[in-house]
């Protein structure tokens, strides 16, 4: 089950007021670069990707977190909710490498019920395209993949298993437009001008 796109509106406006942050129009920009790819594929929906990319953060209504704390909130949120396929792209959307990502065992809890999740997962078409719009949006608009790279290792270095992401995510972009039959760039609005864009990474207040 889904929200509908008000209720995933509202959700968004809610958690954006608990813990406020670009977060929250990364995530409209996510929800609308999901729909514009899913309406040039004939197999899929493009409200229900449209309302999973909306949600897929949501796990940060309960404040600055990390990635595993934002992921598994988010999951516990929307199933609390009844929203299962929401739920699921809570958990599978920042981890391109699926049961690649769980090369260890983790020691926090969240993380435990995490890996469990991913490892009896395989991802489908609609984690690949949030997994891939997630990489496509920043709170300003829609850049080329680089640049997001870029964006995000400036806010938090070089880990480990980065590189093999991009990859992922390069592969996934094949993946849709060969689907598409046009570049996804050709339906993200003003991708040219916002990917020229340098804006200093956004850091929590009081840092």
């Known amino acids: 089950m889904l929200p509908s796109i008000d209720e995933a509106i509202k959700e968004l406006e809610i958690a954006g007021k608990l813990n406020p942050g670009p977060w929250v129009k990364h995530s409209m920009n996510v929800g609308l670069a999901a729909r514009n790819i899913a309406e040039k594929i004939s197999d899929m929906d493009p409200t ?4 999973v990319g909306l949600m897929h953060d949501i796990g940060r209504r309960v404040g600055i977190v990390d990635i595993p704390t934002h992921v ?4 516990k949120y ?6 299962d396929e929401a739920a699921r792209i809570c958990m599978t959307h920042s981890y391109l490498l ?8 983790p020691d926090r809890e969240d993380e435990k019920a995490i890996k469990a999740y991913i490892m009896e997962c395989t991802a489908d078409d609609y984690d690949k395209l949030i997994q891939l ?32 992401g991009w990859e992922v995510a390069f592969g996934i972009k094949e993946y849709f ?3 598409m039959g046009c570049s996804i760039y050709d339906v993200l609005p003003d991708i040219g001008k916002t990917t020229l864009l340098t804006p200093k990474p956004w850091s929590p207040p009081g840092k």
């Open 48 to 51: 229900k990707a449209y309302i």
């Open 72 to 75: 598994y909130e988010g999951y």
């Open 78 to 83: 929307c199933m609390g909710k009844g929203w």
């Open 98 to 105: 699926m049961q690649e990502e769980f090369q260890y065992e």
């Open 133 to 164: 719009c997630d990489s496509l949006a920043v709170d300003y608009g829609f850049v080329i993949l680089e640049k997001r790279f870029v964006d995000v290792t400036r806010r938090y270095g070089i880990m480990e298993g980065y590189i093999k």
């Open 177 to 179: 437009e060969e689907q």
